[in-house]
């Protein structure tokens, strides 16, 4: 099915509203939420409000829960989430940090103990739309692992997100490179199996440590992994995010120790960097356009129409989705459906939902 921007945002309003937020709260959240299916990132999509409703009714997710400065010094923040909507204490935390680097050329925040945060791309986007260089390292706290090591047979972390943005100059768009450090993100495997669809080679493994193109080896026993992109080097980077953003905040790497059902825990770093620190924002900007051009300028491989940079493909999405309308699998729509009756949404809501396709 396929379903406006407007109306998908309206249910998401009402369920988060029922489970327990504000509407205030509850349209913000449900507006990012959304917009992450508008790029063409439904692994971050409305899809993950069942999962958000399943962490409100087991105490997990605490509607209300704004951030709370646990230690401010300058331009250096420790911040914690309080197991609130990530949605709305990453952006009051980053608010904060924006507020710190115009101040100080730079700010380091270190957002612990958040519920899902949503993309990543968000906060890098956020900082970046304020004028700065973002950088950020996360990691994930739920209530099983699900990517396998490098060389290893089970899985052991998360997916681990990273993120750099880089400002829109004026003649080029944001730089947003935002991705897992698995090869696929485990939404996209929901949304494979949901949508009975294979997954593609090289990014799951069964028990037993060997390939295969199976969704459903994430969700029945005996469970899968998933692989860090790149091999080593994925791995590599997915073992910062746990560091970096985990370690660091307090809010802890993965153990199992902290495995807690119904949990969808991020801590997150963000480095935030004035790029006219030095007074050259102007040069920077300048040869930001010049590279960019120069890589866009090769000429298209077989099977690609132009050469895109991070940032490209989801602005691309956005416009074919707000004029044609955002697909829901059937699997997504039944969860959503459930989701709100678990939480009381009137039932002519949820029919129109149905019907808007």
């Given at each position: 099915?396929?379903?406006?921007?407007?109306?998908?945002?309206?249910?998401?309003?009402?369920?988060?509203?029922?489970?327990?937020?504000?509407?205030?709260?509850?349209?913000?959240?449900?507006?990012?939420?959304?917009?992450?299916?508008?790029?063409?990132?439904?692994?971050?999509?409305?899809?993950?409000?069942?999962?958000?409703?399943?962490?409100?009714?087991?105490?997990?997710?605490?509607?209300?829960?704004?951030?709370?400065?646990?230690?401010?010094?300058?331009?250096?923040?420790?911040?914690?989430?309080?197991?609130?909507?990530?949605?709305?204490?990453?952006?009051?935390?980053?608010?904060?940090?924006?507020?710190?680097?115009?101040?100080?050329?730079?700010?380091?925040?270190?957002?612990?103990?958040?519920?899902?945060?949503?993309?990543?791309?968000?906060?890098?986007?956020?900082?970046?739309?304020?004028?700065?260089?973002?950088?950020?390292?996360?990691?994930?706290?739920?209530?099983?692992?699900?990517?396998?090591?490098?060389?290893?047979?089970?899985?052991?972390?998360?997916t681990n997100p990273y993120c750099t943005a880089i400002p829109a100059t004026d003649k080029h768009p944001m730089f947003l490179l935002d991705m897992a450090t698995s090869t696929i993100a485990m939404g996209k495997v929901r949304v494979a199996d949901l949508s009975g669809k294979q997954v593609p080679e090289g990014c799951v493994t069964d028990a037993a440590g060997n390939q295969t193109t199976d969704p459903s080896v994430m969700f029945n026993e005996p469970l899968g992994a998933l692989t860090t992109f790149g091999q080593h080097k994925g791995f590599g980077l997915a073992l910062l995010g746990d560091i970096l953003g985990g370690s660091f905040s307090g809010g802890g790497a993965y153990l199992p120790e902290r495995e807690v059902e119904a949990q969808i825990l991020n801590n997150m770093m963000a480095i935030l960097i004035d790029p006219d620190v030095f007074g050259t924002a102007d040069a920077f900007g300048m040869d930001v356009d010049a590279y960019t051009d120069w890589i866009k300028s090769s000429p298209p491989a077989p099977g690609f129409d132009a050469v895109q940079l991070p940032g490209d493909p989801e602005r691309s999405s956005a416009k074919d989705r707000r004029a044609n309308g955002i697909f829901l699998d059937d699997g997504t729509a039944a969860q959503l459906a459930e989701a709100a009756k678990s939480v009381d949404v009137p039932q002519h809501e949820i029919v129109v939902f149905r019907n808007s396709a």
């Open positions: 099915m396929k379903i406006s921007a407007e109306n998908l945002t309206a249910l998401a309003t009402s369920i988060l509203t029922h489970a327990g937020g504000t509407e205030d709260a509850a349209r913000r959240i449900a507006t990012r939420l959304v917009d992450a299916n508008l790029t063409g990132h439904d692994s971050h999509g409305v899809g993950m409000i069942p999962a958000y409703v399943e962490g409100v009714l087991a105490g997990q997710l605490i509607p209300d829960a704004d951030a709370e400065v646990v230690q401010d010094k300058g331009p250096f923040l420790l911040v914690d989430g309080q197991q609130g909507f990530g949605h709305i204490v990453a952006e009051q935390a980053m608010t904060l940090a924006i507020e710190r680097a115009k101040a100080s050329h730079f700010a380091v925040l270190s957002l612990r103990r958040s519920f899902h945060l949503g993309r990543l791309g968000d906060w890098g986007a956020m900082a970046a739309e304020a004028g700065f260089i973002c950088i950020l390292y996360a990691n994930v706290q739920s209530s099983r692992p699900i990517v396998a090591p490098f060389g290893g047979s089970d899985a052991r972390f998360v």
